[in-house]
């Protein structure tokens, strides 16, 4: 369930990524400001139906400086198990178009949420094992998604259901993620003797650590 892209490893630079070269992704600009909570305007009955396709949405939040910023996005249901096992499933957030956010400028990209899954209390337990899963990976190696942990206020926009809080964490994007690296992602089948074996090796053992 934990991060592995295939992609082959040039550097390791700590470049962030960026469409307009001005502006910052969703996923910096929450964990640089170190952002807590946000609200996410949808229709949960398309969620909770795994309606196909994006729709329309409202994400928002509170700068540290106080002012409110209101972003329209795009979001979709995204998964596969767990697309078809969860009470609310995981989600991909799409921004089309550039947002200037006070001194900040927000870019385009695509993002994936990883959501509570589970109405039950447990959901936000498992939640939180599974970003500190992240976490982990990341202190052994910068070839790791980098997550941001945040509480989302769910409103409904048809009224429907009362507004929820539940935690959730963002992903890097993957374009930022080889960026940082350096690297270049690879459709095709890889030799064992064409992957760092140390990565490899390092990878192989923390799945074993995580499944045990």
């Known amino acids: 369930v934990v991060l592995l892209v295939a992609?082959?490893?040039?550097?390791?630079?700590?470049?962030?990524?960026?469409?307009?070269?001005?502006?910052?992704?969703?996923?910096?600009?929450?964990?640089?400001?170190?952002?807590?909570?946000?609200?996410l305007e949808l229709d949960v009955d398309k969620v909770r139906s795994k309606a196909d396709g994006y729709q329309a949405a409202l994400l928002s939040w509170?700068?540290?400086?106080?002012?409110?910023?209101?972003?329209?996005?795009?979001?979709?249901?995204?998964?596969?198990?767990?697309?078809?096992?969860?009470?609310?499933?995981?989600l991909k957030i799409k921004i089309d178009?550039?947002?200037?956010?006070?001194?900040?400028?927000?870019?385009?990209?695509?993002?994936?949420?990883?959501t509570h899954c589970l109405?039950?209390?447990?959901?936000?337990?498992?939640?939180?094992?599974e970003y500190l899963a992240y976490q982990m990976y990341g202190q052994l190696t910068d070839m790791a998604y980098r997550v941001h942990l945040v509480k989302i206020r769910y409103v409904d926009l048809n009224g429907?259901?009362?507004?929820?809080?539940?935690?959730?964490?963002?992903?890097?994007?993957?374009?930022?993620?080889?960026?940082r690296l350096d690297a270049e992602e690879v459709d095709d089948e890889l030799a064992v003797t064409q992957v760092n074996a140390w990565q490899y090796n390092l990878f192989a053992v923390y799945q074993c650590m995580i499944g045990n």
């Open 7 to 39: 992609i082959l490893f040039a550097s390791c630079t700590q470049t962030p990524f960026s469409v307009n070269p001005e502006g910052q992704s969703l996923f910096d600009i929450l964990s640089e400001e170190q952002i807590e909570t946000l609200t």
């Open 62 to 90: 509170e700068a540290p400086s106080g002012q409110l910023h209101a972003v329209p996005v795009k979001t979709k249901v995204r998964g596969k198990t767990r697309r078809d096992l969860c009470d609310f499933p995981p």
């Open 97 to 114: 178009s550039v947002h200037h956010l006070g001194t900040t400028t927000l870019d385009v990209g695509k993002f994936k949420l990883v």
């Open 119 to 129: 109405d039950a209390a447990e959901g936000d337990q498992y939640l939180q094992k």
């Open 160 to 179: 429907k259901y009362l507004p929820e809080i539940r935690y959730a964490f963002l992903l890097e994007s993957k374009e930022e993620l080889l960026n």
